[in-house]
């Protein structure tokens, strides 16, 4: 007797067909998606279906999710990333009230600075590698526990190792979340869309600096500087329970598109009750007959140590490298201004700490419109590319980028900002030296913000582009290089200042920026092809392996 089987065409953007082995089937809840729509097919329509005309096969869109959920996943990712930034610079004010009170020199109490910032760089080469293997979620939910840890132990510290060892651990479990964030991003958004995703993960970049010493400040005044590690252990405790609750995991190893349901360490707690709903409704409908959909989870992921230190391996590579070192060295201008600021204005303007904060928002704003501006000119720069090479642009579709000029089309966008940062660094520099009003100074640090953000957002981006599979441990190398670029231009400005004045010191930067640009020459010429050739060598080592 002949068997007949049924099949189950799951209907998405393909049609799949999937033999089943019972026809009783048909009803099944599948756990495959919520946009899911499950049919049964006999062998007649099937018959009839092969004698039709073929259908043409459509690329699978890049990721399920809608346009105002991947802005919401974004905006969650950013102010995740938003604790690693304004954690080093909320802090800053406190320094003098910390050190009388833990009776040490400030040259000792500033040593927490340095070290916040040297852990910043290193520890998240450890996370990246994880994170784009076993999943996002995991990561975060690990760092925010561990930064609630040690943001309780500091508001309880009582002495100053106590305070130097747990400012350690606070920079290492919270510096990868800005890595992730990048991650992120790339995880959801094309090559065609990722520019405006890309600007509002670099808000966080300035917006911790300038609005974390207004609100240290205030709270240091009025409550103690204790007081400043109880708020932001608080504000963490509210991200990690809307992390629990509705972030999703993005990892394309772990869940692909989104479609696939991860495994349950990598589920919301939404995505586990509605799961379970599910399977109850199931199991009362059936019988208790068991469903193949029942246990649908990700594969497991083959993990290996190896992967905590890729973030080293991509270091060597010829042009993230140079994005890495040029990049780092226009966001050290970021510290070059920042550290100097309360110094400065205290000398020169007799501005106490508070006013001091206060000079931090222009540049806040600034990165706010830098949004807007540069990631709508990403990708419109992307999309006349690619109409010059006769190409079609999807923003929901992925397009193979081997043979298309991916760092021309970014770096073009970041050429203007980057000339408007080394013009407005050299004014805000000869401004202080001649003491001009405290306004035009706001407006020269509002464009040094619009300036600097879109030139790093770009550049951010472009390392996404270059390395899609590996963005987690791209975005953290990256850290590596920017913040210890930015910890020794921290401190190296005040004696350059004080050697030079600012005018002059603040000119040498532009003219450094200036004389490294050929970096960014040798990668629009030359980036293709060793894009091409690194593909080449992991084919290989694949196929080998």
């Given at each position: ?12 953007d ?10 009783d089937?048909s009803?099944?809840?599948s756990?495959?998606g919520a ?7 006999g062998?007649?329509?099937?018959k009839?279906?092969?004698d039709s ?14 346009q ?8 969650s990712?950013?102010?995740?990333a938003?604790?690693?930034?304004w ?31 040297i ?6 080469i450890?996370?990246?590698?994880f994170a ?8 975060y ?14 508001a309880?510290?009582?002495s100053y190792?106590?305070l130097l060892?747990?400012?350690c ?6 510096s990868?979340?800005q ?5 992120v ?15 509002f993960i ?9 609005l974390?010493?207004v609100i240290?400040?205030a ?5 103690g ?13 509210v991200?990690?329970?809307?992390l ?12 692909g ?26 199991s ?6 068991p469903s ?19 973030s ?16 780092g060295?226009v ?10 600021v309360?110094i400065?204005?205290s000398?020169?303007?007799g ?7 206060l ?11 830098s949004?807007a ?15 010059k ?6 923003r929901?579709?992925?397009?193979d980028?081997?043979d ?32 001009v ?8 640090v ?10 790093t ?8 582009d270059?390395?899609?599979g ?12 920017k913040?210890l670029l930015?910890?020794a ?21 532009a003219?450094l920026y ?6 960014l ?5 030359r980036?293709?092809?060793w ?14 392996g």
């Open positions: 007797m002949e068997d007949k089987k049924d099949a189950v065409i799951i209907e998405k393909i049609s799949v067909e999937v033999p089943l082995e019972t026809p089937d009803k099944r809840p756990e495959i946009q899911t729509i499950v049919t049964v097919v062998d007649a329509e099937k009839e279906s092969s005309a073929p259908i043409e096969e459509i690329p699978p869109r890049f990721t399920i999710y809608k105002w959920q991947k802005r919401l996943i974004v905006l990712a950013a102010f995740s938003l604790f690693a930034s954690t080093a610079q909320i802090y800053l004010p406190a320094l003098n009230i910390a050190a009388d009170d833990l009776h040490v020199s400030i040259t000792r109490i500033n040593l927490t600075v340095t070290s916040y910032m852990l910043q760089g290193v520890t998240p450890f996370i990246g590698g784009d293997s076993a999943g996002r979620r995991p990561a939910l690990a760092c925010f526990v561990l930064y609630i840890i040690a943001n309780v132990g500091l309880k510290s009582d190792g106590s060892g747990l400012r651990f606070q920079s290492a479990t919270i990868a979340t890595a992730l964030c990048q991650g991003v790339a995880d959801i958004a094309t090559s065609a869309e990722r520019g405006q995703y890309t600007a670099a808000v966080p970049i300035t917006l911790g600096p300038s974390g010493p240290g400040g709270i240091a005044e009025y409550l500087w204790r007081s400043i590690f109880w708020f932001l252990a608080a504000c963490a405790g991200n990690l329970l809307l629990l609750l509705f972030f999703p995991e993005t990892c394309r190893k772990v869940v598109d989104g479609s696939i349901l991860p495994r349950r360490r990598n589920q919301t707690v939404l995505q586990l009750l509605r799961n379970r709903r599910q399977r109850k409704v199931a009362d409908s059936e019988s208790n007959t193949p959909t029942e246990n649908i989870e990700s594969p497991k992921i083959n993990f290996a140590w190896s992967k905590f230190v890729t080293l391996v991509l270091l060597c590579e010829k042009e993230l490298s140079l994005l890495f070192m040029y990049g060295f966001y050290a201008g970021v510290y070059a201004v920042a550290t100097a309360p400065l204005f000398e020169i303007y501005f106490d700490g508070f006013k001091v904060g000079i931090y928002l222009p540049m806040a704003i600034g990165s706010i419109f949004v501006l540069v990631g709508k000119g990403m990708n419109w720069n992307y999309r006349r590319h690619a109409r090479l006769g190409l079609q642009v999807d929901d579709r992925q397009m980028l081997s298309f000029p991916i760092e021309r089309a970014r770096i073009e966008v970041a050429i203007p900002p980057l000339i408007l940062s080394m013009v407005i660094i050299t004014a805000w520099g000869w401004a202080l030296e001649n003491e009003s405290v306004a035009i100074i706001c407006v020269l509002f464009l040094l913000g619009l300036g600097l953000v879109s030139t957002s770009v550049f951010s981006a472009l390392i996404a270059v390395r899609p590996k963005t987690g441990a791209a975005s953290a190398a990256n850290n590596i290089i913040f930015g910890a231009m921290a401190a190296a400005i005040d004696p350059l200042i004080q050697a030079v004045g600012p005018g002059k010191a603040y000119s040498i930067i003219v200036v004389a490294f640009s050929p970096c020459y040798l990668v629009v010429k980036g293709m092809q894009r091409k050739e690194l593909k080449e060598k992991e084919s290989v080592s694949e196929g080998t």
